[in-house]
């Protein structure tokens, strides 16, 4: 059983002609026996990892996966590809599950996805004696960490597998996994001399483009569907359900084909959206963050934020949605200095102990370091999780357009000396317009008139007032009062006293921080189609019609027939027979037999 016959697999089930480097690793490890603890970014292969040695090792490979709605696209894919793949979860009947224990006992599956509830029960353990694991591989595996997010007591008895089983190779996956986890995950469920095989955390392939929100977020996001990703599918992140409901409607009102998603909603709707974007081709998912998990679509172009995500761990784990496959998208963010007044309201409202609001308000400085971050935003990202990508990425708005740093250390003195001065519970506008020494009746009420700070900023403009008031918030150094008035703190006085210094990004001044033509113009959408010429498109759009007929008489999602760089490939190199579609990559034996004729037949009419 040699890496050989794996990469045999991989061209024949699979399509592809080689491994990746990481999976070349991986699969040479499990086909020589031996345990393994991969740790690889979301759409980097692993699924791939563990798939084709299920195939190429005799007996059935058993998958431990608590995502229901992952097992059923997996299986979905394989059986596609003619893999005999099937899932044992909650969502069976007991007759169906029953069905899929008499195949696993008569051998005739390669591949069974199981929750990790129901591997652990008795009846599962008793059918581990009717058949040949080819191997085991644990899914999500830093759910066996008590100390995360996402900890699943059940992934601890996981352990018998190895008393149990010493002789098959087990495999513990996982996206994300710092050093502590890591270790965990192989003391309780791989052999003591398991392989590691960790990749960085980056995906290349998103482009991350970061701006204010100057009040037009809403048209900004339209244009940028629009502009970029007409017709693409998408994510949308709102932070409440009303919001949902509102983007929702107006994207749809502006012609985008977007959908709601969210906990408030009937659960028959809800899930009738959340299908529709699994199987259709373009639909724009509005959300809140509870939607996601699990989502397994490969061709997720963009993901957009229209407030700031609750963490850079969340925002990390949110954009990793989009481009699963590989292809270029884009994570495209707004935020304004609203949303930092919330965030920072509630850690201080919060009745967490006092270490739990120091930890959330580090939290919030490292994701405002990120936003407000005037390099390359890849950088700084990737050295939250401890990964250095060792240059700048040119794959991100600070680095495609690079924009200096202005020293703003005087004005924000100015501006901590003028919320003193007014009293300390007036909100940035408020302050802002004292500052800028506008003609106003509230300030001449309030006698503010008078006040030395009055009129002293006017060499700045109200943007970078604005932009200087929002990093004195997520400093620390203004905090807010319950009425949304801005007050000092006990961290208020360094930079009062002379010390520190505070530093704006030039694209955070003036323009709002919206993306320039020029970002917005280069390298198109980044979708497989855009590299096409114009009749190569025109015959992209008639593929993916054939596509989409194809899909729905088989009842698959439309990237289960193939995806769009096989499409797009198909459209360039206009194969003319069997062989010919063979070398596209994503077509395998499988999908020539099934859908070869129909895609050949379409290409002969023209
Ligand atoms: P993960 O499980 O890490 O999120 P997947 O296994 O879903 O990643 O793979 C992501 C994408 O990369 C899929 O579209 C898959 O077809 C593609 N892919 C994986 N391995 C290869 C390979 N060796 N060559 C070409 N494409 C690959
Ligand atoms: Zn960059």
Not at 198 to 219: E, H, K, M, Q
Not at 492 to 519: C, E, K, P, Q, Y
């Amino acid at each position: 059983m040699t890496l050989a016959r794996a990469t045999e697999v991989l061209a024949d089930v699979f399509g592809f002609p080689a491994f990746r480097p990481s999976q070349d690793e991986v699969v040479g490890h499990v086909m020589d026996d031996r345990d393994v603890l991969v740790v690889m970014p979301t759409g980097s292969g692993k699924s791939l990892c563990y798939q084709v040695p299920a195939v190429a090792r005799p007996g059935t490979a058993i998958v431990v996966s608590p995502l229901i709605a992952l097992m059923r696209d997996q299986v979905e894919d394989l059986r596609a590809r003619g893999v005999r793949a099937a899932a044992l979860n909650s969502s069976l009947s007991p007759e169906g599950a029953r069905a899929v224990e008499d195949e696993l006992v008569a051998g005739t599956l390669d591949l069974l996805y199981v929750a990790p509830e129901r591997l652990v029960t008795d009846r599962f353990r008793a059918l581990l004696d009717e058949f040949e694991p080819a191997l085991f591989a644990i899914d999500e595996a830093h759910c066996v960490s008590q100390w995360g997010h996402d900890f699943r007591p059940e992934y601890l008895q996981l352990s018998f597998l190895r008393e149990r089983f010493p002789w098959v190779p087990r495999m513990a996956l996982t996206a994300t996994a710092d050093r502590r986890t890591r270790d965990e995950i192989a003391d309780r469920l791989l052999r003591s001399d398991a392989a590691h095989v960790v990749t960085g955390f980056d995906r290349p392939n998103i482009r991350y483009l970061v701006g204010l929100d100057d009040g037009s977020a809403r048209p900004q996001l339209l244009r940028f569907v629009q502009e970029r990703h007409a017709g693409a599918a998408g994510i949308v992140y709102c932070l409440s359900r009303r919001m949902v409901d509102d983007v929702a409607a107006w994207l749809a009102a502006q012609g985008v084909t977007a959908l709601p998603y969210h906990a408030g909603m009937d659960a028959a709707e809800r899930d009738a959206n959340q299908q529709r974007f699994r199987r259709e081709d373009g639909i724009v998912m509005v959300a809140t963050v509870a939607f996601g998990m699990g989502i397994d679509k490969p061709d997720v172009r963009f993901v957009a934020h229209l407030s700031l995500p609750r963490s850079l761990e969340a925002y990390y784990q949110e954009t990793g949605r989009a481009g699963r496959d590989g292809l270029p998208s884009e994570a495209w963010m707004r935020y304004g200095l609203a949303d930092v007044v919330q965030q920072r309201r509630f850690i201080d409202g919060s009745d967490a102990d006092e270490e739990h609001r120091r930890q959330d308000v580090r939290r919030l400085e490292a994701l405002l370091g990120y936003c407000e971050a005037t390099g390359c935003r890849r950088r700084v990202l990737l050295a939250h999780f401890d990964d250095d990508p060792g240059a700048d990425c040119g794959n991100c708005d600070n680095c495609l357009e690079p924009q200096d740093t202005v020293d703003m250390t005087e004005a924000a003195r100015m501006a901590l000396s003028c919320v003193y001065r007014t009293g300390e519970r007036f909100g940035a506008g408020y302050v802002i317009a004292v500052l800028l020494g506008r003609d106003d009746a509230r300030i001449r009420r309030n006698g503010h008139h008078e006040v030395s700070t009055f009129g002293i900023g006017t060499d700045v403009d109200e943007a970078t007032w604005k932009a200087v008031l929002r990093q004195l918030v997520a400093r620390g150094e203004l905090a807010t009062t319950e009425h949304d008035g801005l007050r000092l703190t006990d961290r208020s006085g360094a930079l009062l006293r002379g010390d520190g210094t505070l530093h704006v990004g030039r694209r955070r001044i003036g323009a709002g921080g919206t993306a320039s033509a020029r970002t917005r113009g280069r390298g198109g959408a980044g979708r497989p189609a855009d590299a096409l010429d114009g009749p190569q498109r025109a015959r992209f759009e008639r593929l993916r019609e054939l596509r989409r007929t194809l899909a729905h008489e088989q009842g698959v999602p439309a990237y289960v027939v193939l995806d769009d760089a096989a499409l797009a490939a198909i459209a360039r190199d206009v194969p003319r027979d069997e062989a010919g579609l063979l070398a596209i990559p994503g077509i395998g034996r499988v999908k020539l037999e099934r859908y070869g004729a129909a895609f050949l037949a379409a290409l002969a009419e023209e």
